[in-house]
């Protein structure tokens, strides 16, 4: 079966990282495309950043220079480094493996509060 399980969420002060991993079982991981959206309470789910099998990255114009997608295709782990939070950060930020199919991580919050 196909599991995507984030982790290293939490809560961070303004200013503050936190790097955020997912990994991913059941795919051919190097094949996929992998992102990283959020949901506010609220507002819609949000791409964040996005990798794909070449390695090529883009990101929402609200994190761009602030956050980094990489990933390890021998761990088949996909990561999100995240620099110089912000409260309008906080959010519910979920994995996302793309190919042939779409599969979803259950999610991690992640809370930035002064």
């Known amino acids: 079966q196909v599991q995507l399980v984030e982790s290293g969420g939490g809560l961070v002060q303004p200013g503050g990282s936190l790097r955020l991993s997912c990994a991913a079982s059941?795919?051919?991981?190097?094949?996929?495309?992998m992102g990283w959206y959020r949901q506010a309470p609220g507002k819609q789910r949000e791409l964040v950043a996005r990798i794909t099998s070449g390695r090529s990255t883009n990101y929402a114009d609200s994190v761009k220079g602030r956050f980094t997608i990489s990933r390890d295709n021998d761990k088949s782990t996909v990561y999100l480094q995240m620099n110089s939070l912000k409260v309008e950060d906080t959010a519910v930020y979920y994995c996302k493996a793309g190919s042939s199919a779409n599969y979803w991580g259950q999610g991690t919050q992640v809370t930035v509060y002064s």
């Open positions: 059941g795919i051919i991981f190097s094949t996929y495309s």
